[in-house]
């Protein structure tokens, strides 16, 4: 009888220590984990290209570090097509980019006040 009851303690013992361990490897509040990917990220940098035909702006940006990306230059829609209006190229400029891989979309663009 002892040797039964001594097996469901450690048992029981193991299973709370794994379930205990399973929750901090999860925990998404815990700091760099992230349950999910954003799908706004911000971004700053200078305008390449602008496209008012096709509704596209050409950036050279700086890392997105939230999303893992490194300072590269990427064509990117503009949703609505008349955010073009606001800027000119060669203009530094902060945007908002709607996520979704190489499909990306500009949502929001302004120039960089000095």
């Given at each position: 009888m002892k040797k039964h009851v001594f097996t469901l303690v450690?048992?029981?013992?193991l299973v709370l220590a794994s379930t205990a361990s399973f929750?901090?490897?999860m925990d998404s509040n815990m700091p760099g984990m992230q349950a999910t990917k954003p799908t706004q990220v911000q971004g700053v940098g200078i305008v390449k290209a602008?496209?008012?035909t096709k509704g596209t702006i050409t950036l050279q940006h700086q890392a997105i570090t939230a999303i893992g990306w490194?300072?590269?230059?990427?064509?990117?829609?503009?949703?609505?097509?008349?955010?073009?209006?606001?800027?000119?190229?060669?203009?530094?400029?902060r945007f908002t980019l709607h996520l979704a891989g190489m499909g990306s979309t500009v949502t929001a663009i302004a120039?960089?006040?000095p």
């Open positions: 450690c048992a029981g013992a929750g901090q490897q602008i496209d008012t490194p300072a590269m230059t990427m064509t990117f829609k503009a949703d609505p097509s008349d955010l073009l209006q606001n800027v000119k190229v060669g203009e530094q400029v120039p960089v006040q």
